[in-house]
């Protein structure tokens, strides 16, 4: 109904903001941004096999368990398990290095997943759908300028701030990194000069 159209709307905005601003970096040429709506739980092998993604950003709606929701092949909502979707990840190409999370009450499974991948963003608790446009905006800016994930991840919160998002909504995404390795060595595009 209505309220499926709006969140549609607003995924729309997210992607269409993340996209002008990939587009604005200097990497634009090497990043492939692929969108895919309303994802079925029939479509996530699918979809990861046929992009082999670097980063998967899940956007929609999360649980305070730290669920996802996804929609079954009759479009109905299905939750998804912290351990099924840390399974499916550890199932996924080499190539994957970040997984963002832009649900609400997903910081628990992204730290979960971290231990799969080399980094993951979540949230600690409900977000609003600007706080994490704004925020997953400047995120991708910043690594798209060939920035480190550390400090991509600091702008990224800096942005929030300067946008007007209060010192506790702007500390909701959480930055969890693979057991010995370090954000300020993570850079998710290789400048020229590199």
């Not at 669920?67 to 109905?76: C, M, Q, R, S, T």
């Amino acid at each position: 109904g209505q309220e499926r159209e709006q969140q549609k709307l607003s995924l729309d905005k997210e992607a269409r903001d993340i996209s002008e601003a990939i587009q604005k970096s200097p990497a634009r040429d090497s990043i492939n941004l692929v969108t895919k709506w309303a994802t079925r739980t029939d479509d996530l092998f699918q979809y990861a096999n046929e992009v082999n993604p670097t980063v998967i950003h899940f956007t929609g709606h999360g649980t305070e368990d730290g669920e996802l929701v996804f929609h079954d092949k009759n479009d109905n909502p299905k939750l998804v398990s912290i351990d099924a979707i840390v399974q499916m990840i550890n199932t996924l190409t080499d190539d994957l290095r970040l997984v963002v999370f832009s649900n609400c009450y997903s910081s628990s499974l992204a730290e979960e997943v971290s231990a799969q991948v080399e980094a993951t963003i979540g949230m600690n608790t409900s977000v609003g759908e600007d706080a994490a446009t704004i925020f997953a905006t400047q995120l991708y800016s910043s690594i798209g300028f060939g920035l480190s994930l550390d400090t991509s991840f600091k702008q990224a919160i800096a942005k929030l701030r300067v946008e007007g998002i209060s010192k506790d909504k702007a500390s909701i995404p959480e930055l969890y990194v693979k057991e010995g390795l370090s954000a300020e060595d993570i850079f998710l595009i290789k400048t020229k000069e590199d």
